[in-house]
C-alpha cells in the first residue's frame, strides 16, 4: 500500500481544536483590585472588587432583595424584556443622547409611567447611592485623566441644560440600568452608543458561585474573568482597545458577555455609563 502525505496536521481540526481559546482569570481576594494590563503594561479594565466594610455586602443584599421585589410591580415593555443584550428585563434610567435627540435629556423610563414609583425607589436608595459611590471612586482611582474627562464635560453638559438632575449625588456617570431577574446572562455585544474612548461600570448582584458560572468574558482580550456578587468590574465602552489591542477601527468595539449560572442560583446586575454624546463640549 502506498501512503500520500497530505501534510494535514489533525490536531488543528475544529473538532479537536476550539476556534476561540481565552485565559481564565481567578481573584485571589475579592476584596481587592485587579487591573487588566496589556503587553505594554497599560492598564485597559479594572476588576474594581469591592470594599472590605462587611456593611456593603448588607448593602448589596438589601438592593438585590429590592430589585426583586420591584420587578413584581414593574411593567415591562417587550423590548426592555428582550432585547439585543439578552433575555431578560432591563430598564435604563438617566441622562441619553441619541436615536435622533437634538441635545442630552432624561430617559422617559423612571420620569414619567406607571413605573415612575418603583424605579425612584431603587435609584434614589441608600444602598445604590453608595454602590454608585465606591465605583466612581474606583474610576477616579484607575483612570483619573478620563474620569476628569467625564467630569468636565459632564458638568458642562448639567451647566448647560438646568433641568437636567442626576441618578446619583456623587457619581460622573450620567446613565444606568438596572437589569432584572433570576438570570441575567448577557449575550456578546458591544455597547455601541457610549462613550467611545471611556469605561463603563458592571456590578453584580445575586446569590451565586462565581467560580462556577457568571464569568464575565472580554472576548477581544480573550480573558475570561471571575465575577462574585457584589463586585465591580470597569471595561472600555467602545474603541479604547483600538490602540491597545491592535485592532482594525471596524472591530475596535470591546466585545463582552457573562456565563450562565446554575438553575438554583440568582444573578442580577447594575450598570452605569456615559452616551457618546453626552461629554462632547
Not at 453584580?204 to 477581544?220: E, Q, S
Request: charged content about 15%; hydrophobic content about 35%.
Amino acid at each position: 500500500m502506498v501512503e500520500h502525505n497530505t501534510g494535514l496536521n489533525t490536531a488543528h481540526l475544529p473538532s479537536t481544536q476550539d476556534g476561540y481559546t481565552a485565559r481564565l482569570t481567578p481573584l485571589t481576594r475579592q476584596d481587592t483590585p485587579c487591573p487588566l494590563v496589556d503587553s505594554a503594561s497599560r492598564v485597559f479594565a479594572v476588576l474594581a472588587g469591592r470594599p472590605s466594610d462587611k456593611s456593603f455586602d448588607t448593602k448589596c443584599k438589601t438592593l438585590y432583595q429590592s430589585m426583586d421585589h420591584e420587578l413584581a410591580q414593574l411593567e415591562i415593555k417587550k423590548g426592555e424584556a428582550k432585547h439585543r443584550h439578552g433575555n431578560y428585563p432591563a430598564v435604563a434610567i438617566g441622562v441619553s443622547y441619541g436615536n435622533g435627540q437634538t441635545e442630552p435629556a432624561r430617559l422617559a423610563t423612571g420620569e414619567t409611567g406607571p413605573n415612575l414609583e418603583g424605579l425612584s425607589h431603587l435609584i434614589y436608595s441608600p444602598e445604590l447611592q453608595w454602590i454608585a459611590f465606591y465605583v466612581d471612586m474606583a474610576f477616579q482611582l484607575w483612570a483619573p485623566r478620563l474620569y476628569v474627562h467625564y467630569h468636565v464635560h459632564v458638568e458642562k453638559m448639567y451647566e448647560a441644560i438646568p433641568n437636567l438632575h442626576r441618578n446619583f449625588c456623587c457619581s460622573v456617570f450620567p446613565c444606568a440600568t438596572l437589569n432584572f431577574g433570576l438570570k441575567v446572562q448577557m449575550f456578546k455585544h458591544r455597547n455601541t452608543m457610549n462613550l467611545g474612548y471611556g469605561w463603563c461600570a458592571i456590578t453584580a448582584l445575586g446569590r451565586f458561585d462565581h467560580t462556577k458560572g457568571g464569568h464575565l468574558v472580554m472576548w477581544d482580550a480573550k480573558v475570561v474573568i471571575e465575577f462574585p456578587p457584589h463586585s465591580t468590574v470597569l471595561v472600555p465602552s467602545v474603541p479604547a482597545l483600538s490602540a491597545i489591542l491592535r485592532l482594525p477601527l471596524h472591530s475596535a468595539t470591546i466585545t463582552h458577555l457573562n456565563l450562565d449560572i446554575s438553575d438554583s442560583e440568582q444573578r442580577v446586575s447594575f450598570t452605569q455609563y456615559c452616551a457618546g454624546g453626552s461629554s462632547n463640549g
